[in-house]
């Protein structure tokens, strides 16, 4: 069975930083595309960015509203993909999922996702 | 606002069918046969119910069902029942420069 687990989400002040993490079990994760998706409160989904394969050379891709500020890694040795987020603003404030691309899609599958404020 | 359109709302009684509609452009959802839906109940995960427009993952039943014509697409539930009360996604690929877009979600209503 496949599982997705985010991490890291908290309390930031504007203009800092945060880094989640989402660790994946369930399926070959160096097969997947990651892909991070957030929802702000009240909201619908927004597509963040996503990482492809090491033998695709870890290629990212990335929505124009975080591009510049937010980076994708992925560490498939222990089937975990990061995303780091720099000069946050009010508007980043969002529940933050993780989700994998390992059949059909590239959101096959999701986590429960971790909430991200950004406040002073 | 959400980059593709969805109603805020839909309702309908157990055994009932009802249909979610998902409108976007000639850019996204009438460009590419990368239409998918997902089913979020709060608190939960979402799941991916439909892809490529009208497909069906392992494990979900043929009661959930998606269209498209032109720019707009739509997931059709059959035989509605109270555990299909959720919050509905769709999604479209949007091209090598934006992507994916979503939609704003629509509140599904068992009576």
């Known amino acids: 069975e496949v599982h997705l687990v985010e991490s890291g989400g908290g309390l930031v002040k504007p203009g800092g930083s945060l880094r989640l993490s989402c660790a994946a079990s369930g399926f070959t994760f160096r097969n997947a595309w990651m892909s991070w998706v957030r929802q702000a409160p009240g909201k619908g989904l927004e597509w963040v960015g996503r990482i492809k394969r090491e033998i695709e050379g870890r290629a990212t891709d990335y929505a124009a509203p975080v591009k510049g500020r937010f980076t994708i890694s992925r560490e498939d040795s222990k089937s975990t993909v990061y995303l780091q987020m720099n000069s946050l603003n009010s508007e980043d404030t969002a529940v933050y999922y993780c989700?994998?691309?390992?059949?059909?899609?590239?959101?096959?599958?999701w986590g429960l996702g971790t909430l991200v404020t950004v406040s002073s | 606002q959400s980059a593709l359109t969805q109603p805020r709302s839909v309702s309908g009684s157990p055994g009932q069918s009802v249909a979610i509609s998902c409108t976007g452009t000639?850019?996204?959802?009438?460009?590419?046969?990368?239409v998918s839906w997902y089913q979020h109940h709060p608190g939960k995960a979402p799941k991916l119910i439909i892809y490529d427009v009208n497909k069906r993952p392992s494990g979900i039943p043929d009661r959930f069902s998606g269209s498209k014509s032109g720019n707009t697409a739509s997931l059709t539930i059959s035989g509605l029942q109270a555990e299909d009360e959720s919050d509905y996604y769709c999604?479209?690929?949007?091209?090598?420069?934006?992507?994916?877009?979503f939609g704003g979600g629509t509140k599904l209503t068992v009576l």
């Open positions: 000639s850019s996204d959802v009438g460009a590419y046969d990368y």
């Open positions: 989700a994998s691309g390992v059949g059909v899609t590239d959101f096959d599958y």
């Open positions: 999604s479209s690929y949007a091209g090598s420069y934006t992507f994916w877009l």
